[in-house]
């Protein structure tokens, strides 16, 4: 790819603040000589009977096509029977591997220094089966599933991730002292994948002990794979030591070359539409894809850029301590570009 | 009960560090004149038919006649089908409820000031209910059982607690947008027992949010409930936030007001018997026995003297960053009382 053919890419804007940051991308995109050809898709207003859910068919179908796609946030419809459509997103493309690096930000204060970690979180199975069921009143029961395919696929990715990224160690996170059976597999997994990456070091931590040393000292861990749920729980951790999901970017990795970049905080309903959003986490997730789709110059200059202007402290949005709109904070990163 | 009369109370003293930390609260109590008739028991060396676990039917006896024990770490022996001598403990005593108390020890400095957290974990179920199994080759399952009838008395021990501790707030931790009918049921029960105490403030909160907060602001939670998984998670990253596992005390509540202290750390074995080992984590518990025998002027000198022996700096074990051995720190705290 040369930066001035355009790229095809699925943007979904999402909902809350979802579009105003998603312009912010754009703006960002364009400043730094960036061509894409974005496929706007929008999720429907009822539930499409083939995809038994809001997202539509030619949701899906766009980011099949395109093969890249950046993705604001979603609020799932609240009422009975409705899939989050994140996780419809996650299960249909079939996205096995939640890749959501976690790092410092010059010039961001929080407790912790030089944070540098990268959580990959299985992302298809688990927890997240959607298998639950009454045994009888007041008994009540869900099913984690466990399987050697998913399993493997997301160790490898996670290995070959810290390959390529120059990345010298990889925990699997698990709880196979009490989930013998289901863990343990997990753990399996990493172990036979491990023994493929002599060169990078490997341990097996016990998420509870994980959450104790990740707030005492994150500088132990590098690259951290583990199945679903623990994912969910130890990235918000992660972006926590960092200043929390608005500043954090994650990228969804399938079969085929496929990558959905995502932000994963919230809709914000309470400030959408009144130019108050922080993009940060979504032009993050946009460098990326960036990265993803090999534009390593322009997706560094744009991530400089981001950096640069919040290092600076002249403009920032007010969930940074600032006062700025989410144009004046993107129209200061252009600046920079 | 008058501090004269003699209670007779369980000791585990456990195994690797267990003895020493052992002695050093029989000294420390000695040393403040608490008079406790300790009836010291000590894991099998072989399986119990009658327990199908290294725990006797003695040890559980002792426990279940005293009501009130105390529980230094135990290794549980590796092996296939040894149940896990902790769990095992817990399940058999039905101790549903474990208080986990997290607060910043004055003049021991971590990244975070005035802390002071109350874990509540559900004991006896959830992911821990030790149902697996292989479904075909490569694909497994365990069992998460969610009841109403452990969910309720968990609630209500954590709104009882609230209310006598005179805390404000009971924040209920959850994943109820993925597994609806597991922790939803949970969360039911939370509601409901909720209402019984409006001048409790209550609040639902998402378990990777609330991970994400805790690291970035603790100081908005106050008494914490939640599923089994969860607790173990939670209480281990409040744990790190004001040094870890060894500065935390814990309690097990079950039915009919039985009580079992137990630090909840490992048993350390690289360093057992060299007289190095860090016994707060032991003492604390011992700390949260004495509140539940109503001996509360005996607790609150055993605390302060725990608390300024910390402070003062001069005697502090390595895992501290002092050089002083067990002995010469449980010395100090004597010498305080
Ligand atoms: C919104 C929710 C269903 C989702 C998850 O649990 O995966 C979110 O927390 C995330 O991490 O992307
Ligand atoms: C040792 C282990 C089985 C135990 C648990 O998972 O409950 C421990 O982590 C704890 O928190 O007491």
Redesign the pocket.
Known sequence: FSSTTPIKATLFPGDGIGPEIAESVKQVFTAADVVIDWDEQFVGTEVDPRTNSFLTWENLQSVLKNKVGLKGPMATPIGKGHR?L??TLRKELNLYANVRPCYSLPGYKTRYDDVDLITIRENTEGE?SGLEHQVVKGVVESLKIITRKASMRVAEYAFLYAKTHGRKKVSAIHKANIMQKTDGLFLQCCDEVAKKYPEIYYEKVVIDNCCMMLVKNPALFDVLVMPNLYG?II??LCAGLVGGLGLTPSMNIGEDGIALAEA?HGSAPDIAGKNLANPTALLLSGVMMLRHLKLNKQAEQIHSAIINTIAEGKYRTADLGGTSTTTDFTKAICDHL
């Open positions: 989050s994140n996780l997240y969910d990235s918000d994963v």
